[in-house]
């Protein structure tokens, strides 16, 4: 398990459908906020795609909870909004949020996916938990100062697996969708 390396890369999250994630095994997600989600700073209504991937999770059973470095007003008003449960300032990559998370969903942590934009947050946050990890493109350029620095060593770091010129879905593009890399 590399710490560079997701388990499966997507372009969007709700490329992740429910008949992917139960074939892997996964009976919940934690999901970052802000460019995955929704793009960073946007206040409007829950995008139609992510209120339908999220009612189609939920019809399917697979739950689901934001783990976001967001502030807690922010966290607050979109989980409320998503009718989800939100953990707020998670402080990743400390994996004691997703300790939380799982906690609070009831769930191993062998049976998560934590979904997420960025390497050095999203992706070490799960590996150092122990939970799997799909790894999404930013929805939108709009980042913090300190984002936009960590995203220059993202792309030494991703190599070959989130290359522009492949498929959206991954490694190869076997799946239109998302592609698992293990």
């Not at 449960?85 to 997703?98: D, R, T």
Request: aromatic share 6%.
């Amino acid at each position: 398990m590399s710490l560079c390396t997701p388990d499966l890369t997507a372009e969007r999250a709700w490329a992740l459908t429910p008949e992917l994630l139960a074939n892997r095994g996964v009976a919940g997600l934690l999901l970052d906020l802000d460019n995955t989600l929704i793009p960073y700073g946007y206040e409007g209504p829950v995008p139609a795609e992510v209120a339908g991937w999220l009612a189609a999770l939920r019809q399917a059973g697979i739950a689901a909870a934001l783990v976001t470095n967001a502030r807690p007003s922010r966290s607050r008003r979109w989980g409320k909004k998503l009718g989800l449960p939100a953990l707020p300032f998670a402080a990743k990559p400390l994996p004691l949020a997703i300790f939380w998370a799982a906690k609070a969903l009831g769930l191993p942590r062998k049976k998560l996916l934590l979904v997420g934009d960025q390497i050095f947050t999203d992706l070490l946050a799960a590996r150092l938990a122990g939970v799997r990890v799909a790894l999404v493109r930013p929805l939108a350029p709009k980042e913090l100062p300190h984002t936009r620095w960590l995203r220059r060593l993202e792309r030494r770091c991703r190599g070959d697996y989130n290359r522009e010129d492949r498929p959206a879905g991954g490694p190869g593009g076997e799946d239109e969708h998302a592609n698992a890399n293990r």
